[in-house]
Nanobody, 119 residues
Framework: QVQVVESGGGLVQAGGSLRLSCAAS????????MGWYRQAPGKQRELVAG???????NYADSVKGRFTISRDNAKNTVYLQMNSLKPEDTAVYYC?????????????WGQGTQVTVSS
């Protein structure tokens, strides 16, 4: 069982920056990967950035070069540094923790944090 909690969202102007945090607790040593997803009104949830336990990173094309995912293992926390924000980045951002075994894939989601970018 894993619990994840996001924080750091807010309202910023285009070109600004935000840093999102995702703190994990519970069976944290079973986590294979963590990632950030977002969902804008009227759109499907999409992967923004992912980070596996062995350090492999993936980014959506739309955020490549602007966003950076990182982790602090001592704090059991994953971060999403968002720079050069654009209005189209506006969405609810969700943290995901993935656990994979031979028999099942488990995904745990936070409650989301709102990011709004004004033009």
């Amino acid at each position: 069982q894993v619990q994840v909690v996001e924080s750091g969202g807010g309202l910023v102007q285009a070109g600004g920056s935000l840093r999102l945090s995702c703190a994990a607790s519970g069976s944290i040593f079973s986590i294979n990967a963590m990632g950030w997803y977002r969902q804008a009104p009227g759109k499907q949830r999409e992967l923004v950035a992912g980070l596996t336990s062995d350090g492999i990173r993936n980014y959506a094309d739309s955020v490549k070069g602007r966003f950076t995912i990182s982790r602090d293992n001592a704090k059991n926390t994953v971060y999403l540094q968002m720079n050069s924000l654009k209005p189209e980045d506006t969405a609810v951002y969700y943290c995901n923790a993935r656990l994979i075994s031979a028999q099942a894939i488990e995904n745990y989601w936070g409650q989301g944090t709102q990011v709004t970018v004004s033009s």
